[in-house]
Each structure stands twice: as C-alpha cells, then as structure tokens.
Nanobody
C-alpha cells in the first residue's frame, strides 16, 4: 500500500508564508495526478490545487480563493508534491490533505490520502 506523509504545517500570521510537502512511499510503480485539499471546521473538504504527471504536461489547477497566492509543484524523483503558500489569510486556516493517484506494481491505479497537516493563520 502507498503511504502519503505531509509536513510543513504550522501557525503563521496573516501575510506570512508556509511550504507544505507530501512524500509518497510503499513500492510505487507510478504516480499520476497529485493534489492538495483542505477542510475547515464546519465546512466541506475542497480542492486547493492539483497537478498532472510531468509526462501529461504538469498542468496545474487552483481554487479561485488561492490563485496568485499558492503554487503547487512536484518532484517525481522523490515522489513528492509541494504547496507553496504566500500572503496567507485567516480564511486559509484548515487541515490540509495530500492526495495522489498511484500504482503499486501488479496493482491498478488507486486514489491515496495523507493524514493531514494543520495550517493556522492568525490575524
């Protein structure tokens, strides 16, 4: 089974920056799309940013609320996806989850999730 581990969350003041990382491991044969989701208390989980495989063009997608402030990227050699978050706002406060479409040798492509990392932005 594939395991995703997030890191980089924490407490920052409004206007500050954080960089989240998510490393995948567990006998991975290949990884297709990767992305970041977030969920605030009392709200539904929402897509923050996504990126396709490098061979598919590395196409990125962002939620309107983070366009111009967040940047998603990936390093295939390290099976890692990143989320650079700049000019953070209190409304960005949430648990951020890493997502990956990955294939283990001998298995079909499957959707995996990380355990989540807390991001808190104070005003």
């Amino acid at each position: 089974q594939v395991q995703l581990v997030e890191s980089g969350g924490g407490l920052v003041q409004a206007g500050g920056s954080l960089r989240l990382s998510c490393a995948a491991s567990g006998g991975i044969f290949s990884i297709n799309n990767m992305g970041w989701y977030r969920q605030a208390p009392g709200k539904q989980r929402e897509l923050v940013a996504a990126i396709t495989s490098i061979t598919s063009g590395g196409i990125t997608t962002y939620a309107d609320s983070v366009k111009g402030r967040f940047t998603i990227s990936r390093d295939n050699a390290k099976n890692t996806v990143y989320l650079q978050m700049n000019r953070l706002k209190p409304e960005d406060t949430a648990v951020y989850y890493c997502n990956a479409e990955a294939k283990v040798e001998g298995q079909m492509l499957y959707d995996y999730w990380g355990q989540g990392t807390q991001v808190t932005v104070s005003s």
